[in-house]
């Protein structure tokens, strides 16, 4: 048996598969996608080859290139800063709610398990600024001056945007801390306590660093979703007003499909998954501390 | 032993994965939409001379307006016809141009297609050849209004035939008008008014579909028009023979547009509202005003609508000024039907189309239901009892001394498009000024240079 496993040609035979489907799922159409980015290519008929003019194009004279990328980052700011120490207060709560741990564990979880077509389309009603609850209950409250045109006025629209994403979100982050606590041995509590541990150094010094690899998934669960978000704006503001709340995902649809530039989407589409490289490997490299056995 | 089982399960589990790539990358076209309203696909294969037709169509609702006089002329024609099978599958107008495209580049377009007589659409797909030239005395009897078929042609041949005339008006809710006390407006400046007059009210002045973004242009154009009292100018611009920038008429008339935007003129959050949330707020009795086009007709019989909002809505032209009068309409050929030239039953498709345009299908169905105005001759249909909305867009119609034709976005490439309405859109958001709105036009017409 182990004279088969080292086998060159077993190995190669065992990678094969898994491989070509790899090369031709990923590799390939990256590549298609590099050569098209070369291209003037409209979807339809013949086409030019323009060199690298689209890739230097996004660079450096796209401007709403750039606001999309950096509205990405607000957002994933918004979530690391926000979300996460939310959900992870939240899963601790939930942990020692008693009885009471699977309900709220379900209602938490519910905006993730409902299609995230029908939330966009209730929170569209919930900020519109006559009919939307959120402006009614300001008003009921005689806050009438906070009411705002929440997702038509450009200066308050992306953190509306923001909300609601991180809204759509928390159930998933919740749950993958609440099931990385479970994974906490429970003598560690009670040797914290003995060792005569309050409630506060119990969970900042034993319970998060110990959730540590779970704070890992999450975070690069939560870079990938913020980068690739798409299905929230498309349906809410569609990138407007203006283009205050564009993000990469539907600024390169919409290139590709609305304005029929599938060259110029292609070299967006490369230099997307560049970026996305860059930081993945930064991700990987700042979040590799080991947390040791336990 | 051992080893040979595993080296046979391991090529036959190659085998399979390599099967599974062959056929994901071989067959449909990569980025493909999932398919619908696609009827059942029967894979028996029909016998003697049994021809099937596709037919790819944009009107997506099948039961109720346009769609459902389409889909029963269908039914019709094969009933009559029990040798002809039409497939018909339907989507609402993005998608379905998004998937027109896939169709298009994978070569595979359906016998007969919606087609739309604007450059922005139709002017690719006949460079391309895809399109099957139509001969016009084929269709000599359906009767199609003079320069109705201008948009489907291209270097004299034909490419399509229309199907509506459309033209933009104000639809308007009377019971609001009489309860606030405003005056319905015939000029400009009394627009403006009455949108004042209806935000102080707390009632929505003019409801618009601004996420979409295709009727704002639209509206520009009557606002130009009159400022500068004739629809050519614009044309002009978009011919290369004068620009936006430094013209004072375009620039008071971008001033006047963004000018509702500041005074709220438009209903509360226009900029995120699609089609339906527009028109739902308007038949609602939400908002006074809805800026659309004729073929929402409807609106006085669409039963989702309370009654009292059926009774009272009524349309108006777009108010005059002292340059441009209520007969100037942005008025166009609308939507309308191309044959594919791969198609493998070309003459059976043209026999369905002359059965589709015959005057007493269509056009006699689309208007004595109300749900449009047909691009053909329809005088004989008239019945006299036409609903109070159909006989004033009639009116409308039959006072047109000077149209705008095709759509100012759609007269170029799909880029030029976006430009231009995320222009209208920036402008109406108050994201721009009215001189930088006017800039970013040129740069837009600059690429259909």
Redesign the interface.
């Known amino acids: 048996m182990h004279k088969l496993m080292s086998n060159r040609w077993t190995i190669t035979w065992l990678v094969a598969p898994g491989l070509t489907l790899f090369l031709f799922m990923v590799c390939f159409p990256i590549l298609m996608s590099v050569y098209y980015g070369t291209t003037n290519w409209t979807g339809l008929g013949e086409y030019q080859s323009v060199g690298f003019a689209n890739y230097y194009k996004v660079l450096f004279e796209d401007p709403i290139f750039w606001r999309s990328l950096w509205n990405a980052l607000l957002l994933l700011l918004a979530t690391l800063a926000l979300q996460h120490p939310v959900a992870i207060l939240f899963a601790i709560l939930i942990t020692r709610a008693g009885r009471l741990e699977k309900t709220f564990r379900t209602i938490f979880f519910i905006p993730a398990v409902i299609s995230i077509v029908v939330t966009s389309k209730m929170w569209v009603s919930v900020f519109h600024p006559s009919y939307g609850v959120l402006n009614k209950v300001l008003e009921q409250l005689g806050l009438a001056s906070l009411k705002q045109d929440w997702l038509g006025d450009p200066s308050v629209a992306i953190w509306s945007l923001i909300f609601v994403v991180m809204w759509q979100g928390f159930g998933y982050a919740l749950l993958l801390y609440y099931a990385g606590l479970q994974g906490i041995p429970k003598d560690l509590y009670e040797a914290a306590e003995l060792d005569g541990a309050g409630k506060i150094t119990l969970y900042t010094r034993v319970v998060i660093p110990l959730l540590s690899p779970m704070i890992r998934v999450a975070v690069i669960i939560a870079v990938t979703t913020c980068l690739k978000q798409m299905e929230t704006v498309f349906l809410m503001t569609n990138g407007g007003p203006g283009s205050t709340t564009q993000f990469l995902g539907n600024y390169l649809y919409k290139t590709a499909f609305s304005s029929s530039l599938y060259g110029y989407g292609n070299a967006i589409s490369v230099i997307f998954v560049i970026i996305c490289l860059i930081i993945t490997v930064v991700m990987n490299r700042a979040l590799k501390k080991d947390v040791g056995q336990f | 032993m051992?080893?040979a089982m595993?080296?046979v399960m391991?090529?036959a589990?190659?085998g399979m994965?390599?099967a599974a790539?062959g056929g994901s990358?071989g067959g449909a076209p990569?980025n493909q939409p999932p398919q619908t309203n696609k009827e059942d696909g029967t894979n028996s294969k029909p016998e003697g001379e049994q021809v099937k037709l596709k037919f790819f169509s944009a009107l997506a609702d099948r039961s109720n307006g346009p769609g459902k006089i389409e889909q029963n002329l269908i039914d019709a024609y094969m009933k009559e016809n029990p040798n002809v099978k039409i497939e018909v599958e339907a989507l609402q107008d993005?998608p379905y141009k998004?998937k027109m495209?896939v169709y298009?580049?994978s070569n595979d377009i359906p016998d007969i297609v919606q087609s739309w007589g604007q450059a922005s659409f139709i002017k690719?797909?006949i460079?391309?050849g895809l399109m099957l030239e139509l001969n016009e005395a084929d269709f000599a009897s359906s009767k199609f209004v003079p320069g109705a078929t201008d948009g489907f042609s291209q270097d004299g041949k034909l490419y399509g035939l229309p199907r509506n005339t459309d033209f933009f008006v104000i639809y308007y809710n009377k019971k609001l008008f009489e309860d606030h006390g405003v005056k319905v407006p015939e000029t400009t400046q009394e627009l403006k008014a009455a949108a004042e007059a209806f935000r102080k009210a707390g009632i929505?002045p003019i409801a618009s579909n601004?996420?979409e973004g295709w009727s704002l242009p639209i509206w520009f154009e009557y606002v130009a028009q009159r400022h500068n009292g004739d629809f050519n100018q614009m044309d002009a611009v978009l011919n290369g023979e004068a620009a936006f920038s430094g013209n004072a008429d375009f620039l008071a008339a971008a001033t006047e547009m963004q000018e509702f935007a500041v005074i709220k003129g438009l209903?509360?959050?226009?900029?995120?509202a699609d089609y339906g949330t527009s028109r739902n707020m308007f038949g609602q009795g939400?908002a006074a005003m809805f800026l659309m086009g004729n073929w929402e007709a409807g609106l006085a019989t669409d039963e989702n609508f309370p009654e009292e909002f059926r009774n009272n809505v009524g349309a108006i032209p777009y108010p005059a000024s002292d340059k441009g009068k209520t007969t100037d309409v942005a008025a166009w050929f609308g939507g309308g039907y191309s044959v594919a030239k791969n198609s493998k039953h070309p003459e059976e498709a043209v026999k369905f189309l002359q059965y589709f345009f015959a005057p007493e299908n269509w056009a006699k169905q689309l208007w004595q239901t109300g749900s449009g105005t047909p691009a053909q001759n329809f005088d004989e249909f008239l019945t006299g009892s036409e609903s109070e909305l159909q006989k004033q867009l009639i009116g409308i119609f039959s006072s047109i001394t000077s149209s705008s034709g095709t759509p100012v976005q759609d007269n170029g490439?799909?880029?030029f498009?976006?430009?231009v309405m995320?222009a209208h859109?920036?402008l109406l958001?108050q994201?721009?000024t009215p001189e930088a709105f006017l800039k970013e036009l040129d740069a837009a017409v600059a690429l259909i240079k």
């Not at chain 2, 209903?267 to 995120?272: K, L, N, P, Q, S």
């Open positions: 051992k080893r595993i080296l391991m090529f589990l190659t994965l390599l790539c990358n990569a993005e998004a495209k298009a580049s690719p797909l460079d391309a929505n601004g996420m209903a509360d959050g226009f900029i995120t939400q490439t799909d880029e498009k976006t430009k995320e859109q920036n958001s994201l721009i």
